[in-house]
């Protein structure tokens, strides 16, 4: 089998949509994350370059499948309770979590399943 490691991709900075987003590469599939499978707010995850992958087997609907996983945080925030602005504190707290990607083959299929599919 081929070492097949797992890659983070970057977009130009310069596409405001995408900025500060990563997607994994494995191989010739490309992996991002979905709210099924992480919560809502995925613009609060963080994976830090320090992150290692494992891959696991995956269940149900990607049953089949390797998918990447990798244990970072989440920036723990209670908006409701927050004020707009806070000085020289960061707003909330990092709370360990782990992150699974799905193929972006899938994007065009439609998804009713849970985490409990992964699990």
């Known amino acids: 089998m081929l070492p097949m490691p797992a890659r983070r991709v970057y977009c ?7 900025v500060g987003k990563v997607a994994i590469q494995r191989g010739p599939r490309t992996y991002r994350l979905e709210e099924a499978d992480n919560g809502t707010e995925l613009h609060n995850l963080w994976l830090p370059e320090q ?15 390797i998918l990447p996983q990798a244990g970072k945080y989440r920036l723990a925030a209670h ?7 806070l000085y020289d504190k960061v707003p909330g707290e990092r709370r360990p979590q782990r992150l699974t990607f799905i ?17």
């Open 12 to 18: 130009n900075p310069l596409l405001r949509r995408v």
């Open 51 to 65: 992150s290692r992958f494992r891959f696991i087997e995956g269940k149900g609907v990607f049953a089949d499948k």
């Open 79 to 85: 908006a409701e309770e927050a004020a707009l602005y």
């Open 103 to 119: 193929s972006m083959v899938q994007l065009g299929q439609p998804r009713r399943r849970r985490n409990a599919d992964l699990d």
